[in-house]
T-cell receptor
């Protein structure tokens, strides 16, 4: 079946603009995660959804970052007033119910460049 | 806080065996996972250890010692396609679903 998809694959924006990144998880996966990865670095957790609620937002770096999930499916990560330090690859992952949460299925990511 | 240490780079030749180590310091522990990521690609799940010992999946094996806060990924019969970055990751506690990742080990397989 289809894997996790993300759009756009690449986004170039100017400092101060808002951006929206989209994630379509695998059908039936109730858990959804957003991470970001800077060049040559590990993955940094941003936010976790279970269904439409976000019980863990502890990784969001500032109030410029927000995310929502609707219908227990698609999620949107919004970054307002982008800064150059926001440049990174933003990865979305999902996992099915009833498992250990250690196996997460990742999308290809959105590469965000803030000029 | 949480931290995971793994070597930044490892080089090996085709057909050889390579071991990538990971040591962790976390406030809690609920499993050690390994992920593979090719350049420009998505991380893909390789293995998971919740208990001490060795887990084998084909050419890949993963080991965990909770008393030593240590694990490793063992790759056997290396192939060129194994050239990638490998990340260890932990779940600090059962209440937290997100993973904490190490900074990754870049494996270069040479002919």
């Amino acid at each position: 079946g289809a894997g996790v998809s993300q759009s756009p694959s690449n986004k170039v924006t100017e400092k101060g603009k808002d951006v929206e990144l989209r994630c379509d998880p695998i059908s039936g996966h109730t858990a959804l995660y957003w991470y970001r990865q800077s060049l040559g670095q590990g993955l940094e957790f941003l936010i976790y959804f279970q269904g439409n609620s976000a019980p863990d937002k502890s990784g969001l770096p500032s109030d410029r970052f927000s995310a929502e999930r609707t219908g227990g499916s698609v999620s949107t990560l919004t970054i307002q007033r982008t800064q150059q330090e926001d440049s990174a690859v933003y990865l979305c992952a999902s996992s099915p119910p009833g498992v250990s949460y250690n196996e997460q299925f990742f999308g290809p990511g959105t590469r965000l460049t803030v000029l | 806080g949480q931290s995971l240490e793994q070597p930044s780079e490892v080089t090996a030749v085709e057909g050889a065996i390579v071991q990538i180590n990971c040591t962790y310091q976390t406030s809690g522990f609920y499993g050690l996972s390994w992920y593979q990521q090719h350049d420009g690609g998505a991380p893909t799940f390789l293995s998971y250890n919740a208990l001490d010992g060795l887990e084998e999946t084909g050419r890949f094996s993963s080991f965990l010692s909770r008393s030593d806060s240590y694990g490793y990924l063992l790759l056997q019969e290396l192939q060129m396609k194994d050239s990638a970055s490998y990340f260890c990751a932990v779940r600090p506690d059962t209440g937290r679903r997100a993973l904490t990742f190490g900074s990754g080990t870049r494996l270069q397989v040479q002919p």
